[in-house]
């Protein structure tokens, strides 16, 4: 018969110690458990996301190869090379205007998209009401052409179906509105309302001219055994000079992704600091349960237990609330992305597929394993290393600790390495993620530094014989064993986060409510062709005389080699990489543009007729490693073009003035279809009348409205700010839960203290007000300090990453700092407050 299984006797003592309650773990479990969540619910989320493209990457794209080209249609032998791929359908997209018919003053920018009977390959697009895509668009005798639209649209023109629209110089009428557009997120960025025609309808409108900015895109369904990779490499070989761009289902949705990517990190970055903040909680649970049992660990130290059991002990304790805290957290995290699908429904912008996702859990719970042993070994080995009769004297937590034992110096080195390294190794990111563990890091050094500042300034202090309070309470900030240091580093870091937050949401609000209208322009004028530069001139000069009108030629075009050398994108750095993926807008000019300032090189002469010369932006030329003399090649309209770059400029593009990357010099684009496009300053009164005098005017002429661009993107900013915040308020909750264990971990020696003061003559409002001076004053040096941090950190990023000027608001900085003083006044409270009501006998019996 065999004997039952008997647990090691570290196991049963650890588990009948947590019959008598959690007490200090709960702490523990909660900041552990808020960090895990945080980690594991933004990973699930971000691979929900990723799945859900994955799965629809076809569909997103419109087929399994987009083919585009700008300006131009394929050639016959460029199509006919498309066609023997597979089953195609064409769709044209631009920007311009639209309006009621019988209104000619209510005019908006719209997505127009032309499609032919074969749209979509993949997918079905969906319109509300009893009609399809290719009833709504087809041709009825008697009347105009069909439209169908963005629900959007109706709102902001006021119309309905039925009602009719006039779009360049063609009229269609309003058939449906869309419910559902399968690749929407393939397609070009939508500065406005989705209005699908169909192809045939596309030439009637008169806005396809020489140089128009229209994209043709051909969507190719592959045939079975032919992949993506092998269809691109065939066309590229066939028509290696036609400058398209081939697209396949891995690359439907790269914006999105690049999008999604920054913002998973940035709350797996705040779930670090969760953690790390947390962390301070989990030592101080431990220090205090240590300090709740040590009458307990006293007497089996002195019964002849083995520091190694006690160790034992304690670590199993702390195991299986690691355990807990990891079931709850990773359990919570993975359910999330499934919660938020049936919660957002058809309100969520992306598709995901839920599911569990082992690798964003194992992520999450190895930040979460390697935080609780980093925070844990100190204290564990303090106490492993402490004799029975250091347990047994009464206010031996006030004596300084013994010193750490280079061993588990050197383990909690490597704990913190492994922890860093996972953090910058598994980042999107992983400069950010570095730029961000090295700021945390000097952040918990700046606020330590200044606890032991203040610590060692309220010693120098000649304390005041009167009021007592006051006196008491300085003293307690700088005794031996204070809870100064985690008051003041667990509550200033989560309140410099917030502080940052806000300054930086502030700043960018007033730069884009103030800043930039002052300086930016009324309007952007686009599809201007050549013969209607002066025509569009005269027109804005005599609808509003005092304003200011720029306007410049431009081409697109993709750069291709530098140097002779076919670009490669691995090559060019992260932030300049946007330069070398798609089409690029070149301009002439022969002198230095208005906002640019010359970095490097000289500037060609007004009158210059030699071979072409580059002037692109400093970043650009940094990212590509360019330097002055190295050749450039671009194509446009499949023609290459090779010039040497010349100079290098700075552009501030924060003036939304009319500036490009990329300058060429006069001449270079002699013969190549052009637009132009232009800005408009006036003052706000004339704005309307220009509207009036270009729109009506020139229908193929696109007029952005700075104006209603401004407010789209400060109404995104506002909801991205609010999500930031959000996610960033559980790091300012674990600071709280962590002063809330610093003052639980000093609660026996508060009850002593008062019991002693008590028996001395202090009475109740006494020991009030001295523990009001005491977290008053840890609370306002947490909250100065986070203020100082948080507005540092802003300017930092204003200044080197958004280029935009520091606003800071004195208001909202001191309500912050009075934030600071109530929670570190009320959690100080709840935490000590039983030790203004303890009756003295009882203690006294036990001292």
């Not at 069909?146 to 629209?165: K, M, Y």
């Not at 205090?288 to 049992?293: C, I, K, P, V």
Request: charged share 15%; aromatic share 4%.
């Amino acid at each position: 018969m065999t004997k039952p299984l008997r647990l090691p006797l570290s196991t049963r003592l650890a588990l009948r110690d947590l019959r008598g309650g959690l007490g200090s773990f709960r702490l523990f479990l909660a900041c552990l458990f808020l960090g895990i969540l945080t980690l594991a619910g933004a990973g699930s989320f971000d691979r929900a996301v990723k799945a859900g493209l994955a799965d629809n990457a076809r569909t997103l794209l419109g087929g399994d190869l987009a083919v585009r080209l700008l300006h131009r249609l394929p050639t016959d032998a460029e199509q006919a090379s498309l066609d023997a791929l597979g089953p195609t359908t064409r769709v044209a997209e631009l920007r311009t205007m639209a309006r009621p018919e019988a209104d000619a003053t209510r005019r908006v920018l719209v997505q127009l998209k032309a499609v032919d009977p074969a749209y979509p390959l993949v997918g079905t697009l969906t319109v509300q009401g009893p009609l399809t895509l290719a009833q709504a668009l087809a041709a009825v005798p008697g009347e105009p052409p069909g439209a169908v639209v963005a629900p959007t649209l109706a709102a902001r023109l006021g119309v309905g179906v039925g009602d009719r629209l006039r779009i360049g110089d063609a009229t269609v009428v309003l058939r449906a509105f869309i419910a559902h557009e399968p690749d929407a997120l393939a397609g070009a960025f939508q500065m406005g309302p989705r209005v699908m025609i169909a192809a045939d309808t596309l030439a009637q409108t008169g806005l396809i001219r020489p140089g128009s900015l229209v994209e043709y895109t051909t969507l190719i369904r592959l045939p079975q055994g032919i992949s993506p990779a092998t269809a691109k490499a065939t066309l590229t070989r066939a028509h290696p000079e036609a400058g398209w761009r081939i697209r396949g289902p891995d690359e439907a949705s790269t914006g999105v992704q690049s999008f999604l990517d920054r913002l998973v990190l940035f709350l797996v970055l705040v779930g670090l600091a969760t953690l790390l903040v947390g962390g301070i909680g989990v030592a101080n649970a431990i220090t205090a349960h240590l300090e709740g049992r040590r009458p307990t660990l006293a007497i089996l130290k002195s019964v002849g237990a083995s520091s190694g059991l006690v160790y034992r002990v304690v670590l199993t304790q702390v195991a299986l609330m690691t355990g807990l805290a990891l079931a709850l957290g990773l359990g919570l995290g993975a359910a999330l992305p499934a919660l938020a699908i049936e919660a957002l429904g058809d309100a969520l912008p992306l598709p995901a597929r839920a599911g569990v996702y082992p690798g964003a859990l194992a992520l999450a719970a190895g930040f979460g394993m390697l935080s609780a042993l980093l925070f844990t070994w100190i204290p564990l080995a303090r106490a492993r290393a402490l004799p029975a009769a250091f347990l047994l004297r009464p206010g031996a937590e006030a004596l300084l600790p013994p010193p750490l034992p280079w061993r588990d110096r050197g383990a909690v080195a490597l704990t913190a390495l492994a922890l860093v390294g996972l953090a910058v190794a598994t980042a999107s990111d992983p400069r950010l993620a570095g730029w961000f563990v090295a700021g945390t890091l000097a952040a918990f050094a700046l606020f330590r530094g200044v606890a032991a500042l203040l610590m060692a300034g309220v010693r120098r202090l000649p304390l005041p014989a009167r009021p007592t309070a006051l006196r008491l309470g300085l003293a307690a900030v700088a005794r031996p064993g204070a809870s100064t240091p985690t008051v003041v580093v667990s509550l200033g870091l989560g309140l410099s986060v917030l502080v940052t937050i806000a300054v930086v949401e502030r700043s960018l609000n007033a730069h884009i409510a103030q800043g930039l209208p002052e300086r930016a322009p009324g309007f952007f004028l686009l599809d201007i062709q050549p013969d209607q530069v002066d025509p569009v001139r005269a027109a804005i000069e005599t609808s509003a005389p005092t304003a200011t009108l720029q306007m410049a030629d431009m081409v697109r075009g993709r750069l291709l080699a530098v140097n002779g050398v076919p670009i490669n994108e691995e090559t060019v750095a992260p932030d300049a990489r946007w330069a070398v993926r798609g089409d690029r807008g070149f301009t002439t000019a022969a002198t230095l543009p208005t906002g640019s300032t010359l970095v490097r090189g000289a500037w060609w002469p007004a009158d210059y007729q030699g071979p072409p010369l580059f002037s692109v932006t400093e970043d650009i030329a940094r990212g590509m490693a360019l330097k002055l003399g190295d050749t450039i090649t671009v194509t446009i309209l499949g023609r290459a073009l090779t010039g040497t770059l010349a100079a290098t400029r700075r552009v501030d593009w924060t003036s939304l003035g009319m500036n490009f990357a990329f300058v060429v010099s006069p001449g270079a684009f002699a013969g190549a279809p052009r637009t132009w496009i232009a800005t408009v300053h006036a003052p706000a009164a004339e704005l309307g009348a220009i509207e009036q005098a270009v729109g009506g005017g020139f229908s193929n002429v696109s007029i952005i409205d700075v104006r209603e661009v401004l407010a789209q993107v400060g109404a995104i900013l506002g909801q991205v700010s609010r999500a930031v915040q959000g996610a960033a308020a559980l790091t300012l909750v674990t600071g709280v839960l962590v002063l809330a264990g610093a003052f639980a971990a000093t609660q026996r020696r508060r009850l002593r203290e008062a019991v002693t003061l008590k028996v001395l003559g202090a009475t109740r409002p006494t020991l009030a007000a001295a523990f009001a001076v005491e977290y008053g004053l840890m609370g306002l040096a947490a909250g100065l300090i986070a203020s100082g941090v948080g507005v540092g950190a802003a300017w930092a990023i204003l200044r080197f990453g958004l280029s935009t000027p520091l606003v800071v608001a004195p208001g909202g900085i001191a309500a912050l700092v009075s934030l600071a003083l109530v929670l570190s006044l009320a959690t100080g409270f709840a935490g000590t407050g039983r030790a203004l009501g303890i009756r003295a006998a009882p203690l006294l019996r036990d001292a």
